[in-house]
C-alpha cells in the first residue's frame, strides 16, 4: 500500500510504501477512495495541535472507501460495501462516555482519533474498528462520502445551538469548507435571505455566491448590524473577538473553528451581563455521525457538489501542492483520491 507518514518530531511528510494489513477479529480493512486534508490536520503539521508523541503517524480523519476485507468476528459490516469512518470513539469506561459526552473523555474522543493519535486515511489502505465503520446511504457516492465526518461535527453543532430558528440573522465567520457546509445546512434547514457570511478573501466569497443560496457576503472590515446567531468557522481568535459586540440581545456565539491553542482574545463580561449573551463551544461529533450521514444523503444533490464547495482533489503524490494550495486559500478543501 502507499500512505503519507507523518514524522511527530520534524513535523515532516513522506510517501511511503508497506505491505497491505490484515485486520484483527472485530476489525475492517478499507480500500481508501476520498480522503480530505482537514484544517487540523494543517495545525498538526505546523507543530500546533496536539497528536501522537512518537514515532510515526498517518494522519487523515475525514474519509471513505470500499471494505476490502473483514475480521473473522464482524457481523455488521460486508466485503464490497461503500462506508465512510467516524475517526472518534468512546472508552466506553468513565463518567462522561457513560453519559454520553464522550468529547470530554481523556482517553476516548479527540484523544484517540484515527488519523489524529491512530493511524488514519492519507493512505491507500486503512484497518478500521467494525464499531467506527457505516454503510453509506443510497445515493451517496464515495466522493461525497469524504465529508461525512464534517458533517456530523455539524449535526453535533446544531444540537449544542439548540437549533437556529427560520427568521433569525445569523453570520457565519469563514468561507471555507466549513463555513460552506454550514451555509449549506442553514439553508436546507429553511433560512433563505437572513443569512451572511464573513470572508477576507474574494475568491472565497466569490464560491458563497456561485451556490445560489442568495446569501449576502461581505469583508469583516465592513460587517455591522446585530445578529442573533453567530458561528465562527475560522478559528481565529481576533475574528471571534470582533464578532462579540455583533450579537443582540439574547444573542449566541458558537465557536466552532479549531483556533491554535495558545491564542487568546479579550471580552467583556459586561456586556454578557447586560445582553444575555451565550457563548457556546463544539468539539468533535459524540454520536452524531448517524445524523452527519442523514445531513449527507439530504444534501447530497443540490449542496455537495465539489465544484461548487471549491474543494480541488489531488493525488497523493500531490500532497505538498495540495497543502500549499489551502495555505494561499486558492480552495476551500483539499480531497486527496486514492
Known sequence: MEFLSFDVKSHTLALRRAEVPKPGPKEVLIRVAYSGICGTDLHIIEGAFPCKKEGFLTLGHEFSGVVSEVGSSVRTIKVGQKVAVDPNSACNTCTYCHGGTYQYCSAGGINNTIGIYRDGGFSTHAVIPESQVHILPDGVDLQQGALAEPLSCLAHGW??????????????????????????????????????????????????????????????????????????CSGSAPAVEGALPLLGPGGRLCVFGVANPLAKFSIEPFQIYMKELTIIGVNINPFSFPKGLGLLQAMADKYLSYEKLGIKVFSLSQYREALDALKRGEISKAVFKL
Open 159 to 232: 444540537r449544542r445551538l439548540n437549533g437556529v430558528d427560520v427568521g433569525n440573522k445569523v453570520l457565519i465567520i469563514g468561507a471555507g469548507i466549513i463555513g460552506l457546509l454550514w451555509t449549506c445546512m442553514l439553508h436546507l434547514r429553511g433560512l433563505k435571505k437572513t443569512v451572511t457570511v464573513s470572508e477576507p478573501q474574494e475568491k472565497r466569497r466569490q464560491l458563497v455566491s456561485k451556490m445560489d443560496l442568495d446569501y449576502e457576503t461581505t469583508g469583516p472590515q465592513q460587517l455591522k448590524g446585530s445578529y442573533d446567531v453567530i458561528i465562527d
